[in-house]
């Protein structure tokens, strides 16, 4: 029973923080805006060490993005293909009202039965959670 309610638990987490991240961190990867170049003077010494201009600080989380949506689809590609599909059409595009694909229009798209296509549903949320909550890159954000 508790490992059914760990899966649960495991599928849980990829529906309602992973997915809800990715968008985030795709967003924030390709932002196309630059902070503000305006320079700034000021009477009193600088710091240094842990200081960061808004330049240096912008292309820092742009690139720590990057690498956040870069390990997503790496842990994905590992997914055998029927589940890997099924997870980019549901999952990773959404229609134009900004919510995801209906179900019927995933199952036909891939030539699956309902059934099928709910058990297949669970074991690729499933699979994706084990090898995201193994990722150091994803856990580290």
Request: one cysteine or more; a negative charge.
């Amino acid at each position: 029973m508790a490992n059914r309610e760990n899966r649960e638990e495991l599928i849980k987490w990829v529906l309602d923080k992973c997915f809800q991240k990715y968008f985030e961190m795709a967003l924030q990867a390709n932002a196309s805006h630059l902070p503000s170049m305006t320079s700034r003077w000021s009477d009193t010494p600088g710091h240094s060490g842990g200081f960061h201009s808004s330049t240096e600080s912008t292309a820092i989380k742009r690139a720590s993005a990057a690498e956040w949506v870069e390990a997503f689809h790496s842990n994905l590609e590992c997914l055998p293909e029927l589940h890997r599909k099924l997870i980019q059409i549901k999952y990773l595009s959404k229609s134009s009202d900004g919510k995801y694909l209906n179900d019927d229009f995933v199952y036909a798209e891939l030539s699956l039965s309902r059934s099928v296509y709910y058990r297949l549903k669970k074991d690729a949320l499933y699979w994706l959670g084990l090898q995201l909550a193994d990722d150091t890159v994803i856990q580290s954000e």
